[in-house]
């Protein structure tokens, strides 16, 4: 199973980046599907998750500025990110895994891709 990321980059602070994640062969389906991110020194944190049905959930600090995203013929998700601030500088990473009532858990990793928002 391969999880790879892509589409990180340098932001501008209230701009916009678009991360994909292409999975290898069919591990997303049927399957939630999170994105976290993780800053140097800091523990990976959980930003948004999406079940097999559509359903997201996000962690208040990106609520009503990210948005994710399946398409289940591609094997690909993606998470929209507006309204960029410093703040959101990390690596992000996606993974695929299963929910367990409203908890979601990783089995999967994708490699990283870093995102720098600055002027």
């Known amino acids: 199973v391969q999880l790879q990321a892509s589409g990180g980059g340098l932001g501008q602070p209230g701009g916009s980046l678009r991360l994909s994640c292409a999975a290898s062969?069919?591990?997303?389906?049927?399957?939630?599907v999170g994105w976290y991110r993780q800053v140097p020194g800091e523990q990976r944190e959980l930003v948004a998750t999406i079940t097999s049905a559509g359903n997201t959930d996000y962690k208040n600090f990106v609520k009503d500025r990210y948005t994710i995203s399946r398409d289940n013929a591609r094997d690909t998700v993606y998470l929209q990110m507006n309204r960029l601030k410093p703040e959101d500088t990390a690596v992000y990473y996606c993974?695929?895994?299963?929910?367990?009532?409203?908890?979601?858990?990783?089995?999967?990793w994708g490699q990283g891709t870093l995102v720098t928002v600055s002027s």
């Open positions: 993974s695929a895994g299963r929910f367990v009532g409203a908890y979601y858990y990783p089995a999967y």
């Open positions: 062969g069919s591990i997303f389906r049927g399957g939630g």
